[in-house]
């Protein structure tokens, strides 16, 4: 079984462990917060840059 470290708890963080996790990973997650709370990274405005076509 591999073992992950997945820095940050915030949506993306948290999204990435559950799915490791559920292939069988064994996953550890660090955050300086409490898991769950609001991102302090621009996240969730790179993501629209990704999915727009030029």
């Known amino acids: 079984m591999k073992s992950y470290i997945v820095v940050g708890a915030g949506i993306l ?3 990435t462990a559950y799915h490791l996790a559920k292939a069988g990973a064994n996953v550890t997650i660090v ?11 621009a996240a969730g405005i ?3 840059w990704l999915s727009q076509r030029r």
């Open 46 to 48: 790179v993501c629209p």
């Open 13 to 15: 963080g948290a999204s």
């Open 31 to 41: 955050d300086r917060q409490q898991i769950g709370q609001a991102t302090d990274a």
